[in-house]
Nanobody
Framework: QVQLVESGGGLVQAGGSLRLSCLAS????????AAWYRQAPGKQRELVAI???????NYADSVKGRFTISRDNAKNTVTLQMNSLKPEDTAVYYC????????????WGKGTLVTVSS
């Protein structure tokens, strides 16, 4: 059974930084593409950043230049470094990954809450 577990969320003042981690566990052969999404109260879930199996990245315009997605294949982790945080970054952040295990499928974590105070 593959599980994705996010950590690193919390309360931070505007202008501060947080580092989110997503750990994939289970009988995993490989994490393929992986991404971070977020969902603010009353809004739809949106893509924040994506990293391919080859390490290429792409970001939502709202976070370009402030957020960095990275991966450690040996540790089955995907990280989102968030700098210069703004109140509008407040949301539950979810990890999503295409994982090769017994079967290949997309998995979601349960999310971690990020709250940015003004």
């Amino acid at each position: 059974q593959v599980q994705l577990v996010e950590s690193g969320g919390g309360l931070v003042q505007a202008g501060g930084s947080l580092r989110l981690s997503c750990l994939a566990s289970g009988n995993i052969a490989r994490i393929n593409d992986a991404a971070w999404y977020r969902q603010a109260p009353g809004k739809q879930r949106e893509l924040v950043a994506i990293i391919t199996s080859g390490g290429r990245t792409n970001y939502a315009d709202s976070v370009k230049g402030r957020f960095t997605i990275s991966r450690d294949n040996a540790k089955n982790t995907v990280t989102l470094q968030m700098n210069s945080l703004k109140p509008e970054d407040t949301a539950v952040y979810y990890c999503n990954a295409d994982v090769s295990a017994v079967v290949r499928a997309y998995y979601w974590g349960k999310g971690t809450l990020v709250t940015v105070s003004s």
